[in-house]
Every structure is written in structure tokens, then in C-alpha cells.
């Protein structure tokens, strides 16, 4: 029922950390608001205040996971069984994994990617891979991942790096890999997530885009200095 109701949809991701003003639930929650009033299948939410409160005033399918940062890995999205824990604790109906393959955390409950799946189920959960390549989405498939999400291409060492969405990554797995594929990572513009429909995705997630201000005001200004240094302006997909 979640899956079909995400088909063909735009998920907005209504994140803000640490510095950004519009960090927390009181900022976060009319946001999803707004999202969900524009229209949008699903949300993508960060941390247990947030996806918690959310969860409370939104009707949508929302996909939670847990930012925290490991000494010992460069994995961070739900890295390991406590955040998922959390993440199930605050109501999201799907919880994001970093499914990389990159070292794991071992501190603080280290969990293989088949016991956090196990987890996951049990509680009644779909379980969504965040991944960076091809290799990466089948090895998810295969340890029962119900999709795999594009996010982390572009910030692993070993994937494709482009400041476009990386939408070839998207037909690659549509075509190479048994579950839904969600497009997410650098959309900023509707044509663009419209591609990713038709390259294979089931859905695509859109962040910055729409609930970023200080970064789209930034990406303004950067590309109005351009045209006010050079008299001539340059493409900024940043």
C-alpha cells in the first residue's frame, strides 16, 4: 500500500541541521505541511524529533532516518542499531540505511546490514537502501531491502561524481535490479525529476530544491555575481 502510494510521486526532503535556522520540529513540521497541501506523496524526514512530530500532523508515507556521525566510519544515515531503533520509536513507515560499502560503525550497537534489515521487518517496516552505484543497489536487493535510493551518488569515493542528478545511475538500476528504485540527489528542477520517471523511478525525492532557503538564496546570489562580475551569466547547478 506505501509503495503504490509513493508511485510516480515526489517525496520532498524537509531536513535542516545544526546551523541552518530552520533546524527543528517547529520549522520542520510546517514545511512537510506545506509539502504534503502542494501535493506530494511522501516525506523524507531526519531524526526522531522531527519525523516524530511530523508523523503526528501529516498524512503521508514518511521515510525517517538518523544523521549521526561514527569516529570510526563514514557511514551516517542510520548507521547503526540504535538509530534505527529511534527512527521505528518516532513513526516512520520506511527507515533509510546507508547500504554503501563502506566500513561499518563498530561502536554503539554495530549491527550488519542484514540485521538492521531483520530489525526493521520485524517492527513492520519497509526498508529503504541508500546506495552510490549499481553494485551497491543489487547487494541491497539481495539482503531483502524493499528499494534503493540514489542519494549517495556523488559522495562515495568510487561513484560517479556530476553535478547533474544522476539519473543514468536510475536506468541502470531500473533495468539491473529487482526492487523500486527512488531517484533522489540533485533535483532541482521539474523537468529533471520528470526524467527520472521516465529513466525507471518509482518515485523521486526532492530536498534543497524546495525546503532549503538559505541554499537557494545562495545559489541566487552566487549566480547574479557572475553575471555582475562578467556581464555574462554561468550555469550553476551547485
Known amino acids: 500500500m506505501i509503495m503504490e502510494k509513493l508511485r510516480g510521486g515526489l517525496i520532498v526532503s524537509c531536513q535542516a541541521r545544526g546551523e541552518n535556522p530552520l533546524s527543528g520540529p517547529q520549522y520542520m513540521v510546517p514545511m512537510a505541511r506545506a509539502a504534503y497541501l502542494g501535493g506530494a506523496a511522501g516525506i523524507r524526514a531526519e531524526g526522531p524529533e522531527d519525523v516524530r512530530a511530523i508523523s503526528r500532523v501529516v498524512p503521508l508515507p514518511i521515510i525517517g532516518l538518523y544523521k549521526v556521525v561514527y569516529p570510526d566510519s563514514p557511514v551516517y544515515i542510520t548507521p547503526t542499531l540504535r538509530e534505527v531503533e529511534a527512527i521505528i520509536g518516532a513513526g516512520a513507515h520506511i527507515v533509510a540505511v546507508d547500504a554503501t560499502n563502506r566500513p561499518r ?47 549517495l551518488s556523488g559522495f562515495t569515493p ?26 533522489e540527489g540533485r533535483y532541482w528542477r521539474p523537468e529533471e525529476a520528470v526524467r527520472a520517471l521516465k529513466a525507471g523511478a518509482h ?36
Open 158 to 183: 568510487y561513484s560517479r561524481h556530476t553535478e547533474e542528478p544522476d539519473v543514468d545511475l536510475v536506468q541502470e538500476i531500473s533495468k539491473g535490479c529487482a526492487v523500486p528504485v527512488i531517484a
Open 105 to 151: 560503525p563498530q561502536t554503539n550497537s554495530p549491527a550488519s546490514l542484514t540485521d538492521l534489515v531483520a530489525y526493521i521487518h520485524a517492527a513492520g517496516r519497509l526498508a529503504l537502501a541508500d546506495i552510490s552505484t549499481l553494485d551497491e543497489a543489487k547487494t541491497a536487493a539481495g539482503l531483502g531491502f524493499d528499494m534503493v535510493a540514489t542519494t
Open 203 to 238: 518515485a523521486v525525492v526532492v530536498g534543497t530544491a524546495i525546503t532549503n532557503p538559505q541554499l537557494i538564496t545562495a545559489r541566487f546570489v552566487r549566480y547574479m555575481s557572475t553575471w555582475n562580475k562578467t556581464g555574462s551569466p554561468q550555469a550553476d547547478q551547485s
